[in-house]
DNA sequence: TTTTGTTTAAGGCCTT
DNA sequence: AAGGCCTTAAACAAAA
């Protein structure tokens, strides 16, 4: 069995949307999100399509990262420094396909106005941490123990998101993270008072976990549904971002 | 300045 | 015809 060229559809243009593209290229990461730069890396490098008229297809690609809730904007880590945040997969949107294909979906996720709400404060309040980490930085040597410990993150999306995670395995860089979670009130204003008087004297916490934390939960999730996605496509002995199988027609 | 991200708008195609 | 999904264009803002 031959592996499936990744110039298998030559210069035609795939039959994926450009969601199917982005969720691709994100499950194929080993951290299951990527920046901006390495979603149209992986589509340029698979689909010489993409190649030619790149304004064109990004924009549109940028275009459903932002407009779509499937796709959650994680912030960089202060210690990763770059342009653009990371992209991952939202978890409830991990059924939008039918049958494991990425040709079409079962409809269009879409979080409702709390969710959303609480998605967006929670990833606002991490981005506005890093923020003044940086800041910090910048305005001289930091104490050591200045780093808010406050902030390690003990969402409630978190253990929402990720009821079972011990159930998988760890095969990411996820499993640097520390086994331990800190019961702290998670909560802007904390984020944003570095000096506060609440915060522990314990050594800081590697800055290194913060956006794992983060991340963990969607990264959990995205594995599982990844190694499901694959289970269904196995059958057909094809990697899940070629064309399925066609379904039985009615 | 370039890249990244957000938003609005419009049109095509398909299904119901 | 209406509605949903997708694509494309474009204006604009923010960040690096």
Redesign the pocket.
């Known amino acids: 069995m031959p592996r499936p060229s990744r110039d298998s559809y030559g210069d035609q243009?795939p039959p994926?949307?450009?969601?199917?593209?982005t969720a691709m290229a994100i499950w194929s990461s080993p951290e299951r999100m990527l920046?901006?730069?390495e979603?149209?890396r992986f589509i340029t490098d698979r689909f010489p399509y993409y190649r030619r008229?790149t304004?064109?297809?990004?924009?549109?690609?940028?275009?459903?990262?932002?407009?779509?809730d499937c796709?959650v904007?994680v912030p960089?880590r202060p210690d990763r420094?770059?342009?653009?945040?990371?992209?991952t997969l939202h978890p409830q949107a991990f059924d939008?396909f039918e049958n494991g294909s990425l040709l079409?979906?079962?409809?269009?996720?879409?979080l409702q106005k709390g969710e959303k709400d609480n998605l967006n404060a929670e990833l606002a309040a991490l981005?506005n941490f890093?923020?003044a980490f940086?800041a910090r930085q910048a305005a001289g040597p930091p104490p050591p123990a200045s780093i808010p410990t406050a902030t390690l993150y003990t969402s409630p999306l978190c253990s929402q998101l990720s009821p079972e995670p011990a159930e998988l395995p760890d095969v990411t860089p996820m499993t640097m993270l520390p086994r331990e979670r800190p019961r702290r009130a998670f909560t802007i204003d904390a984020l944003l008072e570095p000096d506060s008087p609440r915060l522990s004297p314990s050594p800081p916490q590697p800055m290194i976990s913060l956006e794992a934390r983060m991340a963990a939960p969607y990264v959990l999730a995205a594995q599982r549904y990844h190694a499901e996605l694959l289970q269904a496509a196995a059958h057909a002995l094809r990697p899940c971002y070629l064309p399925p199988p066609p379904l039985p027609v009615a």
């Not at 994926?16 to 593209?21: A, C, M, P, R």
């Not at 304004?55 to 779509?68: A, V």
């Open positions: 243009k994926y949307s450009y969601i199917s593209l920046p901006l730069s979603i149209y008229n304004q064109r297809w990004q924009n549109s690609l940028r275009h459903n990262l932002s407009f779509n796709f904007k960089r420094p770059g342009k653009g945040a990371y992209w939008m079409r979906r079962r409809k269009r996720f879409k981005a890093n923020r940086l």
